[in-house]
């Protein structure tokens, strides 16, 4: 990965005082990965150049990755971070211009308090979720934007553009102020830190940001990925700046209130069934368990979900193992798949599946009806899915997508209404459809639900 | 001294009864294995710390019933070494006897008093007095009388220490256990009377039968009768004597039916109702002379409620018998093997409604029975019904054991009307029928499954969680899940410079195993799939036990549906359908649907978002990075500093990253419809009644090369080479072919001993190995894995874990696609690529 900075300001081989490195030699220094060079292809008096390379050792690399990386397994063998400016880079900028970044100069003080004339450049600088993003980051503290995407493949021009920016930064700016910049900029853009992330991250923040990011429109995005996401150490950031606002770009089109109206229509639907046992049938973290608990009604709640990972999350969610024996006694967490009979559903009062059905194979969906309408038989049953109408409010999402990539079908109101129909004439229930969330005339409500009961209950 | 004999039954619940220092404890060791003795002073001991420890009673009793319940469940027969001689204690023993269905038996040591009381004396460790003796004692005599009526089926009272010692204690086999007896036997079903048909069947079974009802079975062969011998048909004497005699030669076994019970209780005079085809009997039966009566009343009497049979591996029982009364001896395992198991309701047709006990039978062993008329008789979970309502107008059926033949032959006339109509359910068989949705509990928690290649595989629970995950999500219908394929190692690592992988080494690992002769095969670029292939749509219903025909399915490693477009994959199975037919395949191996192992051409058309996320990003990434910083150094070096090595350095990585974009390239083809799709088959796993693992590799490819003659634009044959490891002629020829192929930009090879399945020094040797290609590896190392200084440390991998995993797969996948053929039932299929599934979950390194 490569950084060059370049000045114009006469005589432009200042830089090397400014920088601390001397143009006329190069300087080579060991990093946790790999190696740092400090060098100058072009040292005129017009023009002076200082480049930061660095070497990085793929197998190194690999081996912190290992194991704890997320996505493709090859993934921390296969990667772009040899190449692709990212917290390695600043990380050695700060190694390779320490001194130049606190903004003293030995020889030049004054020239490191002016803003001169600098250009960087970084020639692949991956820019996660959208090309414009640097635009949005550097436009605003000053900076001229050239950033230039390349086809991904360009034997494949139907693939589009790849992910990293040739990007020129060209400002008028005191060097500390630009090298600041760039330490925190890059890994937002790139959205992701080599390290563990934890409080002393919230000092560098400060440190390098604190003049700038007060007032930045991007304030928020840049603090969440410079912590890696983490909420905490946000929420503390965030005491430090001036009128944060809550705005989340991470945020699913879902209202996050239609969430909170969904589980309550659902306990209510529960409730009044006069349910004492109760299914939730793939219960996630447990949004709803949390709900059904504070319910003296619901003597024995089982959640269950198939992800042993989602499972353990919501025990820690529910801090099951703090509770008071007679709360936690009432709450079994199981695992298991509504693809198989299962002997331990058989004789509750009610189940719920929120947000479930949907997540099956729609040619599969036959085993869950037989499952929990053929074997299990609860009293009530209350299923809740999207309808598929409403996705169109969503500027968001294009026609034809699903609201999450896991959902194998989204049905209109008029296609769940016939399942509905068919289920509860096959198994012996009746069925009432309800509207969940704020309707819209036309389209209908967001999510809706289906409330079975079985005939002879 | 007195001889006397205790004759146990082999499987018994034995209560030592007798007062402290009467010697049980020094009886038992005498008379009982270690194990079979539990003590309540041993599990003082164990709860306590103290075998005396009084206030641990009631904890050491709780613990000494939990073992005792496991060994009786497990069918082993125990004693309970503890005074009992309060009827308290022993009533719990007595109820323990019978929620296991085996004998309860009391032996007690009733010692003089003064034996006692010197004991007491001489031991210093009892923490009571010496006037607890005489208050057990005569505990003890009152109890002597009540034992019979407490329950115990035996007792044995010995009553002095002569006794105790000189007793001869000896072990008798239960009525039913006839498990040293192997066939071949002929399982007959329900006769009822139907003497024209008995002897048709027995006659196309090779039996002789005389005029005078005497019969000869072929040699060494055994008629066992389900019962329900009589009533309704037309002859129920002439069955009886029939059997009776086959009975009394020893060339057939018979177990009773409730017919036949009911018959003998009217025949004794006990009053019951004559009905359902009893008249017909009694009847028929009073033309006999009073002596066949009585002989009637006392065969049927003899008669043991059921066989288990050949080591355990065949249960015959008339109503059919569940696996946890297999073996057992109690007056409930003879009602269920008389009438099974009922709801207490009766149906529409007034018959008491019956709870299908096959459906949730899950034992090793195959029941065979009857009592209930079925129009076929069906495989459903290891039982089989062979009542075929013969009497009914319909058939009278026998298994033939080992060989599993079914023979019938069809009733002359019908007898009687059934009261329920016998029909089939929708096209599928039971055994379908009842599969169509697994349970969950035949899957889930740690799993041991006996494979035939490789003895016990066994699954652990957090890796059977994880796979149920993937099965439930992504998976196809498990019942097209025959069979996942197992992973594959590479060869020993290569020490030649510039190369990870070598087929010297995998040439060397097959030698070492003591394999002359491999297979070398070209590793094609595609993704690794399996393919089900039905000769028509019906086969998916008729075989597979779908309620849609289907033309197959096309799936992954992972058991997802390799083709999103599901038009796509129909033609390919569609295409693929015909090659079998026109190169004659299908009635060559007599089958109308085949498993294949194959590749999936080109890679692309499952891993385009792979493609384009990750390998053209990283090439995107360096191609931007690296001739930038190329050029940056050539600026400092025009400048005279002295960074040639880093220039040098840079140049050589810019070209690796090249070398890597076009390796990953090779991987990308459009494909805008079937016909941009190839598929290269290298295993025909299996065909109706066979799997081909017996096959050697040049049968699996020669016989799919006519596959790809039949459809070259769809089927690729594999090019391969056969080589001799003994001649370095062979080997080096296919290294000069290996380095073609891989300096051609091909993936690789596979190299294989010629058998499919081999057996070496150590035992199963690993089915393949590959040989990945050099660029190839750019992929899966990394752009630059071939620096040197890269090299050097990336030849320390191991291949244990990853050899150990391939074998253990390998063994399930063979083993799922026997059971399969074997039409076992779903659940155990479904458990072995489930096994492998969850497997695939063991952490190991990617690359391998």
Request: with cysteine; glycine share 8%; aromatic share 6%.
């Amino acid at each position: 990965m490569l950084l060059t900075i370049t000045t114009t300001h006469r005589p432009a081989t200042d830089l090397g005082y400014l920088l601390h490195k001397n143009p006329a030699r190069s300087v080579t220094f060991d990093l946790p990965v790999g190696r740092g060079h400090v060098f100058s292809p072009e040292a005129t008096p017009e023009r002076c150049t200082v480049a930061l390379l660095v070497e990085a050792d793929p197998v190194v690399i690999s081996r912190g990755r290992a194991g704890g990386a997320s996505g493709t397994p090859l993934e921390p063998y296969v990667n772009d971070r040899p190449y692709a400016a990212s917290s390695f880079l600043s990380t050695a900028l700060r190694e390779a211009f320490g001194t130049a970044m606190s903004g003293r100069s030995r020889e030049r003080q004054d020239l490191a308090d002016t803003a001169l004339p600098f250009t960087a450049h970084l020639p692949a600088l991956p820019s996660r979720g959208g090309l414009d993003l640097a635009g949005r980051l550097f436009t605003p503290l000053g900076y001229r934007v050239t950033a230039r995407a390349r086809l991904l493949d360009p034997q494949f021009p139907e693939w589009g553009e790849s992910p990293y920016l040739d990007l020129t930064l060209d400002a008028e700016v005191r060097l500390r102020d630009l090298l600041a910049h760039l330490y925190v900029l890059i890994p937002v853009l790139d959205d992701g830190k080599h390290y563990y992330v934890d409080e002393t991250e919230i000092d560098k923040l400060l440190r390098y940001a604190g003049g700038w990011l007060d007032a930045h429109p991007e304030r928020d995005l840049v603090t969440r990925r410079f912590l890696k996401h983490r909420h905490a150490l946000r929420r503390a950031a965030e005491a430090h700046f001036k009128g944060a606002d809550e705005d989340d770009e991470d945020a699913a089109p879902v209202a996050p209130t239609l969430n909170q109206q969904r589980l309550e229509a659902v306990a209510r639907e529960l409730r009044g069934s006069g349910a004492t046992s109760v299914l939730d049938l793939g219960c996630g973290e447990g949004n709803l368990l949390k709900l059904l608990l504070a319910e003296r009604q619901f003597e024995t709640i089982l959640g269950m979900d198939v992800s042993p990972r989602v499972l353990a999350r919501a025990r820690d969610r529910l801090k099951l193992d703090e509770l008071p024996e007679a709360v936690r006694g009432r709450l079994t967490l199981v695992q298991g798949s509504l693809t198989y009979r299962d002997a331990r559903l058989s004789g509750a009062g009610a189940a719920a599946l929120v947000e479930v059905i949907e997540h099956l194979d729609e040619d599969r969906l036959w085993t869950l009806e037989r499952v929990v309408f053929g074997a299990a038989r609860p009293g009530t049953v209350v299923v809740t899915t999207p309808n598929a109408e409403y996705n169109a409010t969503w500027a968001t999402l294009s026609a034809g997508d699903t609201r999450h990539e896991d959902h194998r079908f989204e049905w209109t109101r008029a296609q769940f209404t016939e399942w509905a129909a068919r289920v509860a004439s096959t198994f012996g229930y009746t069925v009432t459809i309800k509207p969940v969330g704020d309707e819209d005339e036309r389209l209908g409500p967001p999510t809706q639900m289906a409330v079975f009961r079985r005939e002879d209950s | 001294m007195t001889d006397l004999t205790l004759q146990l039954p082999e499987l018994c619940l034995v209560a030592l009864v007798g007062a402290s220092g009467s010697g049980k404890t020094t009886f038992a060791r005498a008379h009982f294995r270690p194990g079979e003795v539990l003590s309540s002073d041993a599990f003082r001991l164990l709860v306590g710390n103290d075998e005396n420890a009084q206030d641990a009673t009631n904890d050491a009793f709780d613990a000494l019933y939990f073992v005792a319940r496991k060994r009786l469940a497990r069918g082993l027969l125990t004693v309970i070494d503890a005074t009992n001689v309060q009827s308290d204690a022993r009533k719990r023993i007595v109820t323990l006897a019978k929620e296991f269905d085996v004998l309860p038996v009391a032996i007690v040591l009733d010692l003089p008093q003064e034996v006692l009381t010197a004991r007491h004396a001489a031991r210093t460790d009892r923490p009571f007095g010496a006037h607890v003796i005489p208050q057990q004692v005569s505990q003890l005599r009152k109890s002597l009388s009540k034992l019979q009526t407490e329950g115990f089926r035996q007792v044995g009272v010995l009553r002095s220490e002569e006794d105790a010692a000189s007793v001869v204690v000896t072990r008798t086999r239960l009525y039913n256990n006839l498990r040293h007896e192997h066939g071949p036997f002929d399982f007959v079903g329900d006769v009822h009377g139907c003497l024209p048909e008995l002897r048709d069947l027995l006659t196309r079974l090779g039996y002789e039968v005389r005029g005078d009802l005497s019969v000869t079975p072929p040699e060494g062969r055994r008629a066992v009768f389900v019962g329900d011998l009589v009533d309704r048909g037309p002859d129920t004497p002439g069955v009886l004597r029939l059997v009776m005699g086959m009975v009394r030669a020893g060339t057939a076994l018979c177990v009773p039916g409730n017919h036949d019970e009911k018959l003998k209780k009217a025949l004794s005079g006990r009053k019951v109702t004559v009905a359902h085809g009893l008249e017909k009997s009694l009847q028929q039966l009073e033309h006999e002379p009073p002596e066949f009566r009585r002989a009637v009343v006392d065969f049927i009497d003899s008669l043991v409620s059921h066989y288990v049979l050949d080591d355990g591996k065949v249960v015959v029982a008339h109503a059919g018998m569940k696996e946890a009364y297999q073996g057992r001896a109690s007056g409930r395992v003879r009602e269920f093997a008389l009438y099974g198991e009922t709801t207490g309701e009766t149906d529409e047709f007034g018959l008491p409604v019956r709870l299908n006990w096959a459906l949730d039978y899950r034992g090793k062993a195959t029941v065979v029975y009857g009592h209930t008329p079925v129009p076929q008789a069906e495989w459903l979970n290891r039982t089989i019904d062979i009542d075929t309502g013969c009497v009914f107008g319909g058939k009278l059926t026998a298994l033939r054991y080992p060989e599993m033949e079914l023979v019938s032959v069809d009733a002359r006339e019908t007898y009687a009307e059934p009261k329920r109509p016998l029909v089939s359910d929708q096209g599928l068989s039971a055994q379908q029928a009842h599969d169509e949705l697994l349970d969950l509990a035949d899957v889930t928690g740690r799993r041991v499954i006996e494979t035939s290649l490789r003895g016990r595989v066994s699954v652990r629970e957090d890796e059977a969680a994880a796979a149920l995950e993937v099965v439930s999500r992504f998976a196809v219908d498990p019942r097209w899940l025959l069979y996942v394929p197992p992973t594959m190692s590479p060869s020993e690592t290569s020490t030649r410079e510039g190369y990870l992988e070598y087929p010297t080494e995998a040439f060397e690992h097959y030698r070492r195993a003591g394999v002359q002769h491999v297979v070398c095969e070209e590793k094609h670029m595609g993704s690794r799939a399996v393919v089900v292939v039905t000769r028509d749509d019906d086969v998916a219903v008729t075989r597979f036990g779908l309620r849609e025909g289907s033309a197959g399915v096309v799936y992954t490693r992972t058991g997802r549906r390799l083709f999103n477009d599901t038009d796509m994959e129909a033609q390919v199975l569609t295409r693929l359908r015909a090659a079998f037919e026109t190169s004659g395949l299908w009635d060559e191996l007599g089958s109308d649907w085949a498993v294949l192992d194959a590749e999936p051409l080109p890679w692309s058309l499952k891993a385009e978002e792979l493609i384009r996320r990750q390998y053209a990003a990283v090439g995107a990434a360096a191609g931007a990075a690296l001739p930038a910083e190329v050029r940056a150094l050539e600026g400092v070096v025009a400048r005279g500093l002295p960074l040639t090595d880093l220039l040098e350095r840079t140049r050589e990585r810019e070209g690796m990253t090249r070398a890597y974009v076009d390796a990953y390239r090779r991987y990308v083809r459009r494909v805008a419809s079937v016909e941009d799709v190839r598929l290269a088959p290298f295993h025909l796993l299996a065909t109706e009644g066979a799997v081909h693992v017996d096959k050697d590799h040049g049968w699996h490819l020669s016989t799919l090369a006519r596959l790809a003659r039949a459809a070259p634009d769809l089927i690729v044959a594999t090019a391969h080479r056969e080589v001799d490891l003994d001649d370095p002629e062979s080997t080096s020829e296919a290294e000069a072919w290996w380095l073609d192929l891989t300096g051609r930009g091909g993936e690789g090879m596979v190299v294989k001993p010629r058998s499919f399945v081999t057996r070496g020094r150590k035992g199963l040797v690993q089915p393949a190995v590959k040989v990945r290609g050099r660029e190839y590896l750019r992929i899966i190392y990394g752009p630059e894995y071939t620096a040197p200084e890269n090299l050097t440390r990336l030849r320390e991998r191991g291949l244990s874990g990853k050899r150990s995993l391939a074998l253990r797969e390998f063994a399930l996948g063979v083993e799922g696609l026997e059971r399969f053929v074997r039409r076992e039932p779903l659940r155990r299929v479904h458990e072995c690529a489930f096994g492998v599934l969850a497997l695939e979950q063991e952490p190991l390194d990617p690359r391998l």
